[in-house]
T-cell receptor
Framework: SQQGEEDPQALSIQEGENATMNCSYK?????LQWYRQNSGRGLVHLILIRSNEREKHSGRLRVTLDTSKKSSSLLITASRAADTASYFCATFQGAQKLVFGQGTRLTINP | DAGVIQSPRHEVTEMGQEVTLRCKPI?????LFWYRQTMMRGLELLIYFNNNVPIDDSGMPEDRFSAKMPNASFSTLKIQPSEPRDSAVYFC??????????????FGSGTQLSVL
């Protein structure tokens, strides 16, 4: 079963705009991770946020975590064409079983 | 660092044939994961190893699937016999396996498997 569920499934915006993707999960977590997948490629780790953190930044990425609502969001500011990809959240079911959501397909239009 | 290396990049085979996918994890990583990705089912964890020992293979769909990790630098995923519904992209990933940042996974480029 999917632990994380992303919303929306697809998002299309203009270059320069901000993109926000959401993730909900079901069980308690130690951390939550976000990954990016370019077409035809493997997943690339973007950011890990621990359960005791509420917000984390990395360059143009901002991740928030609300453990009371079992949800997280990924914000990409000042989007670029190169940000076009699928974005996945992932959480652990058990010790090392990292489970991914279905992903959000992000398209940045020039 | 060359990253996680998978081979072959593409595999086309006929139903009933044996398929072997290969993976070389990042040196020093203690955990190795095999995932399968399809449009219908998304990313599914098939099996993972810790220190070369299989820990959880509950995601392996059938007895036709088997995975081995004979040493810290090599793993195989075998499908015998293969069926058209096995067509998917198979990813191998590795990590340090330690709590926190060590739980980040590094993925290979995947093997695109087509079973005709």
């Amino acid at each position: 079963s999917q632990q994380g569920e992303e919303d929306p499934q697809a998002l299309s915006i203009q270059e320069g705009e901000n993109a926000t993707m959401n993730c909900s999960y079901k069980t308690s977590i130690n951390n939550l991770q976000w990954y990016r997948q370019n077409s035809g490629r493997g997943l690339v780790h973007l950011i890990l946020i621990r359960s005791n953190e509420r917000e984390k930044h990395s360059g143009r990425l901002r991740v928030t975590l609300d453990t009371s609502k079992k949800s997280s969001s990924l914000l990409i500011t000042a989007s670029r064409a190169a940000d076009t990809a699928s974005y996945f959240c992932a959480t652990f079911q058990g010790a090392q079983k990292l489970v991914f959501g279905q992903g959000t397909r992000l398209t940045i239009n020039p | 660092d060359a990253g996680v290396i998978q081979s072959p990049r593409h595999e086309v085979t006929e139903m009933g044939q044996e398929v072997t996918l290969r993976c070389k994890p990042i040196s020093g990583h203690n955990s190795l994961f095999w995932y399968r990705q399809t449009m219908m089912r998304g990313l599914e964890l098939l099996i993972y190893f810790n220190n070369n020992v299989p820990i959880d293979d509950s995601g392996m769909p059938e007895d036709r699937f088997s995975a081995k990790m004979p040493n810290a630098s090599f793993s195989t995923l075998k499908i015998q016999p293969s069926e058209p519904r096995d067509s998917a992209v198979y990813f191998c990933a590795s990590s340090f396996g330690t709590r926190g940042e060590g739980e980040k996974l590094f993925f290979g480029s995947g093997t695109q498997l087509s079973v005709l």
